[in-house]
């Protein structure tokens, strides 16, 4: 039987942050913060946007379009592993933006794991999250997965599922149908999970706008729906928590 090639495959908001509290805080502070987890007004931003006003969503898309890019440019596929699934990378990004201490979370093969880690710290500094307007030391977690082309999406990680939608196009219409229907969360294993924060956005000409909620489909969303045009990108992207990790996912479509 022949064997279908490995592919990698990414997504955008695809990688986890896992908030750290900063070095800098002072000892008695520190102490009362030991064990709580402080949430970072800006987090980092992967290097080649910095002409972007920070906070933006057109930062923040550029910072993942340029993330993606370079794993996908630099990431060397094994040819002798047939597993497939997804290599967590752990790492910090110091003051500096500098990445520290990249390690393997869970893996795969050997082969996987060495790739992965090995383009994790081929990166580029980053710009430093921020606290206060400080820069500060987070950690994060990054997840390449590794599957065939003939696998579903479900198969390989979390999925994100609103009703019957299926593929990456869609006309308004239709999806004004949807606007009733629950937007679910499945982990890996088919477990669904809580929404913390829900988020709409559409691309327009270059332009964005973005409405969010914590798990509800509320007006504004609606609006954003609303508005979408033919040849607009609209992408839904839920935030969920697993064992103190916080995870970004997202489903997109273009507008027909």
């Not at 794991?113 to 383009?119: G, H, K, P, Q």
């Not at 196009?169 to 949807?178: F, G, H, Q, S, V």
Request: glycine share 6%; hydrophobic share 35%.
């Amino acid at each position: 039987m022949l064997r279908k090639p490995l592919v990698l495959v990414l997504s955008l908001f695809a990688y986890t942050l896992l908030l750290a509290q900063p070095d800098s805080l002072p000892d008695k502070e520190a102490d009362e913060e030991a064990n709580s987890v402080i949430q970072a007004d800006q987090m980092p931003y992967f290097r080649s946007c910095t002409s972007l006003p920070d906070g933006s969503v057109e930062k923040r898309n550029c910072s993942n379009q340029s993330l993606v890019s370079f794993i996908s440019k630099n990431l060397e596929i094994p040819q002798k592993s047939e597993e497939t699934g997804a290599v967590y990378i752990t790492f910090s990004v110091d003051e500096r933006g500098k990445i520290i201490d990249p390690s393997i979370l869970r893996g795969l093969s050997k082969e996987q794991n060495d790739a992965a880690l090995s383009v994790v710290k081929a990166m580029p500094d980053w710009e430093p999250a921020r606290l206060n307007n400080q820069p500060i030391k987070v950690q994060m977690t990054l997840p390449i997965r590794f599957m065939r082309k003939d696998e579903s999406e479900f198969s390989n990680g979390f999925q994100l599922t609103w009703g019957n939608l299926k593929g990456s196009t869609i006309d308004r219409e239709a999806l004004n149908k949807y606007l009733l229907t629950p937007i679910t969360v499945r982990d890996e294993t088919g477990n669904s999970l809580e929404i913390n924060e829900l988020s709409f956005e559409r691309e327009h000409g270059g332009k964005y706008s973005e409405a969010q909620s914590n798990g509800m489909v509320t007006t504004d969303m609606r609006r954003i729906v609303k508005k979408l045009r033919r040849g607009d990108r609209f992408t839904v992207t839920a935030t969920v928590q697993k064992k103190g990790h916080f995870f970004y996912v997202d489903k997109s479509f273009s507008i027909n």
